[in-house]
């Protein structure tokens, strides 16, 4: 077939594949502008205000690649059915960041003594500079992607992020909906019906767009006839406001800002970069030939955009994209999706729209999110890894523990500490452990299942030397660290208890290295699993 010189701008398909990917996005929004206002109780107008038109700019930006990208490789492949890689914020990362960053960071710098509106732009300043940060490490390994994939093996990529997902994305939002049960329940259970179960609806719209107003709609009838949820109250109207993401260089001022929270950070970008090399294969299998390295690159691009000018979330390329092949849409969904996305974002048109969405509904498409995430990681993981990486979920159960004792209104901070510092004689204080075992926990999960996963395939070296690289972690606080709030150290400054905890850890992670090391030396025999695993 000669190339096409001009291929078509929309198709009916991109109708469907339009609202799918905008409802992802604006969920995503929501969640965000809900877990930072009605959970830590941020100032709303420096939410909408300022980060959300520069986390949009960075959806238009990275859609608007992937539709040229699409495009040309239309053209020179003579294609008609090309599908352009959809683009749009990271669930579990930005989730992560409202929930594990942001919000705590908030919170610190009200207590360092910032006033609320201080405090505010700090922890903007410092989800600007995270995002900086995320996307440099993405700029970076996209011209090393492959190498990290093939030296931490799937079950620590996948389930260190599956933690997350099932812990985290699952149960904290699955509490938020449950607090308008009602509303919360039905629109999860809607769902699962439509995505889980596959069943049909008496309308032909996306199942997700379908529960996404039916949830909205029930949750303000109930609440219009006195039967809503304590604490039901109608949003403000507001008016549309424009808001020119410029760039800045406020980033700068929060570089020192994310220190403490490079654990979670750098893991965040990582696992972008494994991700849009999964996604680049899926599209390749569903028939459409990107370069790996451009997907990357735009995707990093993107996310330096964002941040440069405000953003806090960062962009992904989505796993779905044989999903939305299927659905018809070809490469004018992309485009529609980032126009609307990035000029609603930047005229308040977003902001309005999210402002009034529930979280009972936002955070039900959260739990589904979660539950896909972690099915999918079984999916993808060899069978015999699937144990070391259920065992890589447990820190990341630590961190919840930590979140929810950390906060005042559960436990006051003068108790708190109190509580890391007693001991009952039976080892080190309960506390002090649940919050070293949180702190760092998506690379505690990665060096857990992949020392696991080669003590399986019987690699104990490797085993070992994966410990070696968690026990030079711990010491210096990248990974359990001792301080509360999680930040990094030197190990001569520690004194105390704070000492004791951290050699203790580093000493455990350095026994067992030694010990895989020992049992390394032995002859071992040729078993009939080996053959399975060599295959």
Not at 49 to 61: D, E, I, Y
Not at 64 to 77: E, F, G, N, S
Not at 155 to 174: H, K, T
Not at 489 to 506: A, I, K, T
Request: net charge neutral; with cysteine; aromatic share 10%.
């Amino acid at each position: 077939m000669p190339p096409s010189s001009s291929p078509r701008w929309f198709v009916a398909g991109d109708i469907n594949g339009f609202f799918g990917l905008v409802v992802d996005n604006l969920s995503i929004l929501g969640f965000i502008a809900a877990a930072l206002v009605g959970i830590f109780g941020f100032p709303a107008e420096v939410v909408f205000a300022r980060m959300f038109p520069g986390t949009a700019l960075g959806v238009l930006v990275g859609n608007l690649i992937y539709t040229v990208m699409a495009r040309r490789l239309a053209q020179r492949t003579g294609r008609d059915d090309v599908t352009a890689m959809p683009l749009g914020l990271d669930a579990p990362t930005s989730i992560g960041m409202a929930l594990l960053v942001l919000g705590p960071a908030f919170v610190a710098f009200k207590q360092q003594g910032m006033d609320v509106a201080a405090a505010a732009i700090a922890t903007w300043q410092l989800g600007m500079a995270s995002l900086v940060v995320m996307g440099l490490l993405k700029f970076v390994l996209s011209f090393a992607g492959e190498a990290v994939t093939r030296l931490v093996p799937r079950a620590g990529l996948l389930g260190s992020i599956a933690g997350i997902a099932l812990v985290l994305m699952g149960f904290l939002p699955l509490v938020e909906a449950l607090r308008s049960p009602v509303v919360g329940f039905v629109t999860l259970g809607l769902l699962l019906y439509v995505l889980v179960a596959k069943g049909r609806l008496p309308v032909k719209l996306p199942g997700v767009l379908v529960a996404f107003v039916f949830g909205t709609a029930l949750y303000y009838a109930l609440g219009a006839m006195g039967f809503g949820a304590a604490g039901f109250a109608w949003p403000q109207a507001t008016s549309l406001q424009v808001v020119l993401p410029w760039p800045s260089l406020g980033f700068i001022d929060g570089l020192r800002y994310t220190v403490p929270y490079l654990p979670l950070l750098l893991p965040f970008g990582l696992l972008m970069v494994v991700g849009g090399i999964n996604v680049s294969e899926s599209a390749r299998a569903a028939g459409d030939d990107y370069r790996t390295r451009d997907i990357l690159l735009a995707e990093a691009f993107s996310t330096l955009v964002a941040g440069v000018c405000g953003g806090v979330a960062q962009t992904t390329p989505y796993i779905g994209q044989p999903a939305y092949k299927h659905m018809g849409a070809r490469s004018g969904y992309t485009l529609l999706t980032g126009l609307f996305i990035g000029i609603g974002g930047m005229l308040g048109v977003v902001s309005g729209l999210v402002q009034w969405l529930p979280l009972a509904v936002l955070a039900p498409i959260i739990v589904y999110v979660a539950l896909d995430i972690t099915t999918q990681a079984f999916r993808a993981t060899p069978p015999r890894h699937t144990m070391a990486m259920v065992l890589g979920f447990l820190p990341s159960v630590a961190y919840m523990l930590s979140i929810k004792v950390g906060n005042p209104a559960w436990i006051a901070s003068d108790r708190l500490a109190a509580l890391m510092s007693a001991s009952d004689g039976h080892g080190l204080p309960e506390m002090a452990v649940i919050v070293a075992l949180g702190n760092g926990f998506i690379i505690t999960a990665m060096i857990w299942i992949s020392a696991v996963a080669a003590m399986i395939d019987g690699r104990l070296r490797r085993a070992s030397m994966f410990l070696i690289v968690g026990a030079v972690l711990a010491l210096f606080g990248v990974i359990h660290s001792v301080h509360p709030q999680g930040g990094i150290y030197l190990p001569w400054m520690l004194e105390g208890l704070p000492r004791q905890v951290s050699w203790q850890f580093v000493g455990a992670y350095a026994a067992l290295a030694a010990l895989l090391g020992l049992l390394s030396l032995q002859a071992r025999p040729i078993l009939a699993d080996d053959v399975a695993i060599a295959d």
